[in-house]
């Protein structure tokens, strides 16, 4: 299994643009995430999933969109880039009875100027 | 994805030493806590978890102690090797999505 596979590892943006981060896992997984990592603060959780076709806003969802049309994938989309949203992005999945322990993807390190 | 950095609380220690972090936690009402490891360059990685009705919880060369009095948990890590040099989160949780990860300790193994 390749586990949580996050695409691009790094991408620079400028203000406004939108872009699409990828995020696939081979786990058979229900529940999917999307965290933040900024300098000196712990993880924050932008959207998350409980299975295809739900999502749920986490604590810092705005300027973010989230769809899963599949069980495998669950994208998250800039609407509009900001400088505030230059952060290291990891998404993650766990299984039905061990929801908080989390499988990472390696990450995406955005930056937008 | 680069570790969370600039300010990082650091342990250092030699190889073979004993490590222990630790982890001050916020919420009283948090039933559920997890220690994840994060070495360069990846993602967090689950290390071992801890329900409030333990004190205490042992791994493969990790314990993790809970003091709920004092809203306190650790991660020991006996006989500490270069690969064990990462940074390492506390998150603590009281449901479902409601995770809230510490700001990480790093740990610095020489060999």
């Known amino acids: 299994n390749a586990g949580v596979t996050q695409t691009p590892k790094f991408q620079v943006l400028k203000t406004g643009q939108s872009m699409t981060l990828q995020c696939a896992q081979d786990m058979n997984h229900e529940y999917m995430s999307w965290y933040r990592q900024d300098p000196g603060m712990g993880l924050r959780l932008i959207h998350y999933?409980?299975?295809?076709?739900?999502?749920d806003q986490g604590e810092v969802p705005n300027g973010y969109n989230v769809s899963r049309s599949t069980t495998e994938d669950f994208p998250l989309r800039l609407l509009s880039a900001a400088p505030s949203q230059t952060s290291v992005y990891f998404c993650?999945?766990?299984?039905?009875?061990?929801?908080?322990?989390?499988?990472f993807g390696s990450g995406t390190q955005l930056s937008v100027l | 994805g680069e570790n969370v950095g600039l300010h990082l609380p650091t342990l250092s220690v030699q190889e073979g030493d004993n490590s222990i972090i630790n982890c001050a936690y916020s919420?009283?009402?948090?039933?559920?806590f997890i220690w994840y490891k994060q070495e360069s360059g990846k993602g967090p990685q689950f290390i071992i978890d801890?329900?409030?009705?333990?004190d205490k919880r042992q791994g493969q060369r990790v314990t993790v102690l809970l003091n709920k009095t004092v809203k306190h948990l650790s991660l020991q890590i006996a006989a500490t090797q270069p690969g064990d040099s990462a940074v390492y989160f506390c998150a603590e949780s009281t449901g479902f999505q409601k995770l809230v990860f510490g700001t990480g300790t790093r740990l610095l193994v020489s060999p």
């Open positions: 801890i329900r409030s009705n333990m």
């Open positions: 919420n009283s009402a948090s039933d559920y």
């Open positions: 993650a999945s766990s299984y039905r009875g061990g929801e908080e322990k989390l499988f």
């Open positions: 999933s409980v299975g295809a076709g739900i999502t």
